[in-house]
């Protein structure tokens, strides 16, 4: 899955990304306010995409689980962004 979280969001394709998660599904974007189910969280990635002067990501996994038909990932991401300097930074 994160395989195609990363591909979708190097190909700029924001609902691709958005489905990689489930419909119920929070993010929580560094400095931001959660972002709640599959439509907002498409809404998110897209401004991301359209705004920040995205040039690539990579993600690592932490922790996976699941408690009955709940299941979970716990992870982290260091997103490169071009910064208003032309310089990339790294939003972890």
Not at 14 to 37: F, H, K, R, S
Not at 48 to 71: P, Q
């Amino acid at each position: 899955m994160n395989r195609d979280f990363v591909k979708a969001l190097n190909v700029k394709d924001a609902t691709a990304a958005a489905n990689c998660y489930a419909e119920d599904a929070v993010i929580l974007p560094p400095g931001q306010p959660t972002v709640t189910g599959h439509e907002a969280i498409q809404k998110y990635w897209q401004g991301f995409l359209d705004g920040a002067g995205y040039v690539d990501d990579t993600v690592s996994t932490i922790a996976t689980g699941s408690n009955g038909d709940l299941g979970y990932e716990i992870g982290t991401a260091d997103l490169h962004l071009k910064g208003p300097d032309g310089k990339i930074v790294t939003e972890k």
